[in-house]
């Protein structure tokens, strides 16, 4: 079953796509010389099926922030430590369930090839960067108040 979303005019057609968050918070647990110091919240974005297959998660969006900065899949890969292959595999694979292309390719020659985003991979990378601004900012207190509990448990003990 197909699901349409219009992103700025852009009319896309993908399956239907749920959104798992992640993030790790600059929040320690505890503070310093605690008991918990070393104790982190880590949450994970991913976009999954609603089978639960991985559309994309936080390795996909890693390997688009460094082709962007890159230009390259190649030095996007080198950067991440994995191979060629495997980017390209994991490129085909999210491009392929979302039903659109995320990347161009101008091939080598005298000046060397580049790789660049199509107008929907600017726009993914767009929501993408967006969406996690804006819950960065928005989960800094919620988070604040979980650990605050967690050591005032901690403290009764």
Known sequence: MLASMNIRNLQLHIPFIFLLLSFIFPFM????G???YDI???QQVQLVTSEEDIVINEEGF??????EKEL???AAAKN??????????????IEFVLGFSLVGKKR???AGGRTTFTPEGKLLLEAFTTMKTELDASGKETIRSFFRKINSIADKK
């Open 29 to 32: 647990a505890g503070p310093i």
């Open 34 to 36: 605690s008991k918990y």
């Open 40 to 42: 982190f919240l880590k």
């Open 62 to 67: 890693r390997l688009l922030f460094e082709i």
């Open 72 to 74: 390259s899949i190649v």
């Open 80 to 93: 991440m430590n994995i191979s060629y292959r495997k980017a390209w595999g994991l490129l085909r694979d």
């Open 108 to 110: 080598g020659g005298k």
